[in-house]
């Protein structure tokens, strides 16, 4: 159903079929093996955000810090940033190719606007911070390291999805219809 | 077989970013026809509503790991060009628990959020904003944490290694695995929700089929477990079998050595044992081992290549964590003789030279005794075995430094003084400081393989301080004429030797002359000396390699400290123009004030410091220092090393000569257009 009449006289395509997707995601992981040398990544570019935030508000301080410091003046000069902007590109182009660009906040629909916020900042603010201890998300520990068969990789994933599982029936009010 | 960016090290360069940048585009293009804009969709798996993480994550994981192994049976590609990341039990299985709490209540993981964002989520915004606050917060946090964020570390595991079965199984397994996850999301999606678009599909059918067939596949193409990235070489040398025959009995582990053991075969004398200390240098002057050498991370395995399998390589450091990631490293280059200390330096101190009044446990007498005569042999001499004969002067009296010419005349005539006029010989022979011996700074320097203008190696440095009758004992002052840097890259030449009791006198020659202090012309007498030489090679210089591998690296400054023009390529009288990339420049002539009458002194050490905490974020920031052929560069060492006490400066001595001449190095060229290295 359209509620956006400006965007399109179609409603947004349904999501391609999540193996052939999955095969896609795993070709693109792959790519980045053999060019990079490295897989893909998406919280490393957060951080490398974070540091240069950090850096603006209290530049002695940041290079003084033990973890930031070692990034030295320029944070973003980082493959991962890099990666993070065309992560951003690509999905762009998926979604306005599909016509699924809606601004909006996800959630149930009888759920508070505010509830799923204060949800999404919490759980961001942990999930950063919990990348930053494990050196790597979804995407670097998880994806890239559990397909290289790391050993630590697949601990994460497997805590990851663990805890998942443990909270997710304590905030499920967010997604209440 | 392909190079990987990582493993030319060039992850830093713009080529890397622009790939990234691409390969992120593929990354969210792939993430959003899946649907992973949609948190709704992501939180659906916590509950069994909506399974598709389960789908396109297993798939994509299945994917790359088989792809990837085809391609390391094929010999396109190994497995030691692609970084893999080491496993820290704690860290990860802390940080996997907390990420998951994360992952449930934002409804959104970092990756997602960027393609949540493109899709127009608030929420995903919201996510990316506090994850950006969570990244501040552990880095505000981190010195309260570190030894959780290193603990259990095991180095680059394999799980297939650490469940003790071979790849090609366990790779089965895990698709078969995978594939019954696959029909269980599916089920779960259909009881949950009424309604499963693949449970027992023919599509799913036939997907199922096809990816435990491409993964049965490699048994045939590469039947043994040679794709692993840490074989356990058979190579060993004999010695090397032997020690492992040896050591059978006390370790816990085939590449551990216990404290006691190493005490009692240092103590022994033990010929093929090679004790490193990989700490940082002014750690390693502090205090170590006595009979350990000082090879900074970054140049291990090339300094050590002359023991590669041969005797027994002992790492050590002050905990565990970096010599393990530095042993996992050496066995992927083919090292299998490097062992480490069992709880390193901590462990060493605790366990052998602890005294006994100190220890809780009760000890037998003769327990007692090994103490002590570990004690004597090792906590005695920490310190004396590094500076030699050098007794109750304070250090600040005997390192390197800077003195005027009141003091060098208050110290004329003195026995352990000796004097070097580094003027050009003329000069030297109208009229020099009494005393003082000339010595041309250029015999320091030579062709070094196929490099010239090297500082020579350690026994032909000893072998011409020798002839100047200069000894370990002595004070020697440096006096240069209208080239500063000729005294400290004499400087440089006695580090080499470990001789840091060098003073530069400043204001030179020059300074010397306008304050009337005494001259003459007469030689003086010099009895030869025999100055040892060094065996162990200096800490300071480094080689091309370790300088490319820190390019693009954060952390480590680079300082070119050239005249502006060669720095930007302007002007060139090498291969190429230009500078290694990264490099700041910070021309070795703004350290100095030169007066009318050629009278060259430093500024001051305000002004200095000043101005190079402007250019390297801390005092403990590695720095490397090159100009052309080290000449210069030698200045800039001595500035910040020894005058303002930055502890990691770093000398690239063969400098732009060699740098320009190796293709595969990248140069930066602002004159014409950025010339990338490929």
Not at chain 1, 21 to 50: P, T
Not at chain 2, 18 to 27: E, H, Q, T
Not at chain 2, 32 to 55: C, H, I, N, P, Q
Not at chain 2, 591 to 605: E, F, G, P
Request: charged residues 15%; proline residues 5%.
């Amino acid at each position: 159903m359209n509620t956006n009449p400006d965007t399109s006289k179609s409603g947004p395509r349904p999501y391609a079929n999540p193996y052939l997707a999955g095969v896609l995601l795993g070709l693109v992981l792959l790519g980045s093996f053999v060019i990079l040398g490295a897989g893909l990544g998406a919280s490393g570019g957060i951080a490398r955000i974070g540091a240069s935030t950090s850096l603006c508000l209290s530049p002695a301080h940041t290079l003084g810090s033990e973890y930031f410091g070692k990034w030295g003046t320029q944070p973003m000069n980082y493959y991962l940033v890099f990666m993070l902007a065309g992560t951003f590109v690509g999905a762009l182009f998926s979604a306005l190719l599909a016509n699924r660009v809606r601004i909006q906040v996800e959630r149930g629909a009888a759920s508070p606007v505010m509830l799923r916020l204060g949800y999404a900042l919490v759980g961001g603010l942990i999930a950063g911070f919990a990348s930053r201890l494990a050196q790597g998300c979804t995407s670097g520990q998880a994806l890239s390291g559990g397909a290289l068969l790391l050993t630590g990789s697949m601990v994460f994933m497997l805590c990851l999805f663990a805890s998942g599982y443990a909270t997710a029936w304590f905030v499920r009010r967010q997604w209440h219809d | 077989m392909t190079n990987t960016l990582y493993s030319l090290d060039a992850l830093g360069t713009s080529l890397a970013f622009f790939m990234a940048l691409l390969l992120g585009f593929g990354f969210g293009f792939a993430l959003e026809r899946a649907g992973f804009s949609s948190s709704r969709r992501l939180a659906g798996v916590f509950y069994f509503t909506d399974m598709a993480v389960v789908k396109v994550m297993f798939t994509a994981l299945v994917t790359a790991m088989l792809g990837l192994s085809y391609l390391v049976a094929a010999g396109w590609i190994s497995m030691d060009q692609i970084f893999l990341m080491p496993t820290i039990y704690g860290a990860q299985i802390v940080g996997g628990l907390l990420f998951g709490v994360g992952f449930a209540m934002g409804g959104w993981c970092p990756g997602t959020a960027a393609a949540g964002m493109a899709a127009g989520r608030i929420d995903a915004l919201v996510f990316l904003l506090g994850a950006v606050g969570g990244s501040i917060l552990f880095n505000e946090l981190f010195p309260l944490i570190s030894g959780l964020y290193t603990a259990g570390d095991r180095g680059v595991q394999m799980l297939y290694d650490t469940l003790g079965m071979s790849r090609n199984v366990f790779i089965l397994v895990f698709t078969l695995v995978a594939v019954a996850a696959f029909w269980l999301a599916e089920w779960a999606e259909r009881t949950r929700t009424g309604h499963s678009e693949y449970l027992g599909s023919p599509f799913l059918k036939a997907f199922s089929v096809a990816l435990v067939a491409v993964a049965a596949g490699l048994f045939v193409l590469s039947p043994a477990t040679t794709n692993s990235p840490t074989p356990q070489t058979s190579s060993h040398g004999t010695t090397a079998r032997d020690e492992t025959a040896l050591l059978a009995g006390v370790e816990k582990a085939g590449d551990h050595i216990e404290p006691e053991e190493l005490a009692a075969r240092l103590m022994a004398g033990e010929t093929g044992l090679v004790l490193v200390d990989v700490r940082p240098a002014i750690e390693f002057n502090a205090f170590h081992i006595r009979g350990a050498i000082n090879v900074p991370l970054a140049g291990l395995a090339e300094a050590l290549q002359p023991f590669k399998n041969k005797g027994m390589v002992v790492l050590y450091s002050n905990g565990m964590t970096h010599p393990a990631q530095a042993r996992d490293s050496l066995q992927r280059q083919g090292f299998g003789n490097v062992y480490l200390l069992t709880d390193g330096l901590q462990g060493f101190r605790e366990r052998c030279l602890k005294p006994v009044s100190l220890r809780l446990e009760p000890l037998s007498a003769s327990q007692a005794a090994q103490v002590n005569a570990w004690r004597n042999f090792f906590a005695a001499s920490g310190l004396a075995a590094k500076t030699g004969p050098v007794t109750t002067v304070t250090p600040a009296e005997t390192g390197p430094r800077l003195v005027e010419t009141d003091w060098l005349a208050s110290q004329l005539g003195a026995s352990t003084i000796k004097i070097i006029d580094l003027r050009p010989q003329p000069e030297y022979n109208a009229s020099h400081i009494p005393g003082a011996v000339s010595l041309n700074v250029e015999s320091l320097r030579g062709n070094v393989g196929g490099v010239p203008s090297m500082l020579l190696p350690a026994p032909m440095l000893a072998a011409q301080f020798s002839l100047l009758g200069i000894r370990p004992t002595d004070t020697v002052v440096l006096v240069a004429g209208d080239k500063f840097h000729d005294a400290t890259l004499a400087g440089m030449a006695l580090e080499r030797l470990g001789h840091a009791n060098y003073a530069i006198l400043n204001g030179t020659q020059a300074k010397w002359a306008q304050d009337g202090r005494p001259a003459n012309a007469m030689l003086p007498i010099v009895t030869p000396s025999e100055y040892p030489a060094r065996q162990p090679a200096d800490h300071f210089t480094v080689d091309y390699r370790a300088v490319a591998a820190k390019v693009g690296k954060p952390g480590t400054v680079i300082i070119d400290v050239r005249p502006v023009e060669f720095y930007t390529g302007k002007k060139s009288d090498e291969a190429r123009a230009g500078h290694i990339p990264g490099a700041i420049n910070r021309p070795y002539t703004e350290d100095v004030a030169t007066s009318s009458n050629m009278v060259i002194t430093l500024k001051s050490r305000e002004a200095l410091a000043a101005e190079y905490g402007q250019v390297i974020p801390s005092q403990n920031t590695e720095v490397i220092v090159h100009c052309r052929t080290g000449h210069q560069a030698s200045q800039t060492f001595f500035v910040l090393k020894h005058l303002l006490g930055y502890p990691n400066v770093r000398w690239y001595d063969a400098g732009w000569t060699e740098w320009a001449t190796r293709m595969e190095l990248p140069v930066v060229n602002k004159a014409k257009l950025n010339t990338p290295s490929k």
